[in-house]
């Protein structure tokens, strides 16, 4: 007795998908690059190279996307500990010196989400010594360990939501947004106008010499140091 498949030529060794899907299939990979190097994402360049072999695929030699990142950051070896924290469920205890303190305050961090900005990447969680969100900076952990402490869900469904009144990370907790109104100079309209500082920009008058706009925002210190970086 012998058992054989129905399309005589078929072969489980053959291919499943075409040059064409492969190709397509590497410029995902090329996208997701940007993250090669950090932890969780040591298998992109391993797959890019598998890709290669199987299908020919001839690598670039010059980067065709350049990504702004910042390969010497601090602390990246707390993302995979945080990303695996978070997947899992898992309680954490971190040591953290901010900029403000000369030696490191202990905490327990119930995390539930990654973010980045301005090329730094932050942790945040509920912070049980203040009962309310935290949000951690990874260059600034000088140490984390998991715990068996029960884990507190993140309850908030769109996450998006809680940024939509703040440029940056920096969330004060129970503040309304404010119309902050901003004068800005014609030479220096163009660069607004093309990158909006917020996504409630809006208008409200202009004449020859400037040009006023109006934000629906909390005003916290990232914003601040967006606002004087164009002075």
Do not use: C
């Not at 994402?41 to 702004?68: A, C, P, Q, Y």
């Not at 945080?82 to 469920?89: G, L, R």
């Not at 947004?177 to 030479?187: F, T, W």
């Amino acid at each position: 007795v012998y058992y054989r498949y129905s399309d005589k030529i078929f072969s489980i060794s053959n291919k499943v998908i075409n040059h064409s899907e492969a190709e397509q299939l590497r410029e995902t990979l090329t996208i997701l690059s940007r993250f090669e190097g950090m932890p969780q994402f040591e298998w992109i360049g391993e797959m890019n190279t598998r890709l290669e072999k199987s299908f020919k695929l001839s690598g670039d030699k010059h980067s065709t996307v350049i990504f702004d990142s910042n390969p010497y950051l601090k602390g990246m070896s707390f993302f995979t500990d945080s990303f695996h924290a978070i997947q899992n469920q898992k309680v954490l205890t971190v040591d953290y010196q901010s900029y403000k303190r000369d030696k490191a305050v202990r905490m327990t961090i119930h995390p539930w989400f990654l973010k980045q900005y301005n090329n730094r990447w932050f942790l945040f969680g509920y912070n049980q010594q203040y009962d309310s969100l935290s949000n951690l900076a990874l260059d600034r952990i000088v140490e984390m360990s998991e715990t068996d402490e029960k884990y507190i869900e993140n309850k908030q469904e769109n996450i998006e939501e809680l940024f939509e009144d703040i440029i940056g990370v920096t969330l004060i907790a129970h503040e309304e947004p404010q119309k902050v109104h901003i004068k800005i100079a014609r030479s220096l309209w163009p660069y607004i106008e093309s990158k909006p500082l917020h996504g409630s920009q809006k208008v409200i008058s202009h004449d020859d010499d400037a040009v006023v706009i109006e934000l629906d925002i909390q005003i916290n210190h990232e914003f601040k140091s967006l606002i004087f970086s164009y002075m």
